[in-house]
């Protein structure tokens, strides 16, 4: 049975969340509400030293579980025992974070775990490197709705220019993740489809993920109770069954300038997807021209950071990757433990 962990991506507000609570409602796998420490320790990687000494792996442990910002609270675990855990495994930055998932995965024994943040997907060179075995699930939705819904969120403070660009970025993420990851490691569905036929797609799913389908995943709210803060009011759909109401809503929902701003921007990835297009006429040029400066100024932003990044791979303290699963141990060239051997013939 695989023990790959599991990534779920896309554009916020595409169905991440409900997706998860599906993976969740799975008898061998959990996957938490999002945490918030896994970019932030990657990025701090060099702050916390090498890993390998027993007291940087204690900071970066307890930092984890204190610092408020991490959210580590969400997975309900003990800190000190987390610690500890951090303590007696292995000293690489994804054996870290890979701890508290791994313990959040106990608490409902649980062979797997997983994680769910849509911005991932343009963050998977980062999360491979972390865990080198995992598996990507990218979850797409109608640009048209996912910008609607995004102008409608308390935490999305940008304009509609923004909201474009989002989905955008997360459809070409994942055109280049599907052309250059294995067939075994990155796995595209679609909200509508999921929506339309629950268990039709999550066998096929289940298939990817090698795992056998459970009936428990196409009625996933009780999973929400547990999975899904409650202080997260703008996931309230995900307490109930699974609905279709919201589909093609984009049309009562934007304004006539968005839609034929979406249309125009987005048409080509939109059909690629299998959506259709309304006709809507061509939008103002102005409303094109700042689209394309927004896309711009975020592109740059990237290429900044991706650049950083690559200079800091050059002077990173210890090792990165995971090795807690038996693939992971397989890379790091660990061997097997007892309990992973094939019992010998009678």
């Known amino acids: 049975m695989s023990d790959r962990p599991v990534f779920v991506i896309g554009c916020p507000r595409s169905g991440t969340t409900m997706l998860q609570l599906m993976l969740h409602s799975h008898p061998r796998m959990a996957v938490p509400p999002e945490t918030r420490f896994l970019v932030p320790a990657y990025y701090r990687r060099r702050a916390w030293g090498d890993l390998r000494i027993d007291q940087r792996r204690r900071a970066l442990a307890q930092w984890i579980a204190t610092e408020r910002s991490t ?13 500890k855990q951090v303590m007696d495994g292995p000293g690489s930055l994804g054996s870290v974070i890979g701890t508290a998932f791994r313990m959040y995965a106990d608490r409902f024994d649980k062979a797997r775990w997983g994680d769910k943040r849509p911005s991932y997907v343009k963050q998977v060179d980062m999360l491979l490197r972390l865990f080198p075995d995992a598996q990507f699930i990218h979850l797409i939705r109608d640009g048209r709705d996912c910008v609607a819904s995004l102008k409608e969120m308390p935490w999305f403070t940008l304009d509609s220019f923004h909201a474009v660009s989002t989905w ?15 067939a075994d490691t990155y796995y595209e569905l679609r909200y509508e489809d999921l929506t339309d036929d629950p268990a039709t797609e999550l066998k096929k799913l289940c298939h990817f993920l090698e795992e056998d389908f459970s009936p428990s995943m196409v009625s996933p709210r009780e999973a929400a109770s547990v999975a899904v ?3 997260k009011v703008w996931h309230s759909n995900t307490h109930g069954e699974v609905t279709r109401s919201r589909i093609g809503s984009w049309a009562n929902r934007l304004d006539p300038w968005e839609i034929e701003l979406c249309e125009h921007m987005l048409g080509d990835r939109l059909e690629a997807m299998g959506y259709e297009l309304s006709g809507a006429p061509k939008p103002a040029k102005e409303y094109v021209a700042t689209c394309h400066k927004t896309m ?7 290429m900044r950071k991706h650049v950083r990044d690559r200079f800091n791979r050059l002077r990173e303290p210890s090792p990165v990757a995971a090795m807690l699963t038996s693939g992971q141990r397989s890379l790091a060239g660990i061997p097997h433990q007892r309990s992973e051997l094939t019992e010998p013939a009678v």
């Open 168 to 182: 955008a970025e997360a459809i070409d993420a994942g055109g280049r993740l599907k052309r250059t990851l294995a």
């Open 229 to 231: 803060p409650q202080h």
């Open 71 to 83: 959210k580590f609270r969400e997975l309900k675990i003990d800190k000190d025992e987390f610690v």
């Open 296 to 302: 711009q100024k975020r592109k740059a932003s990237r």
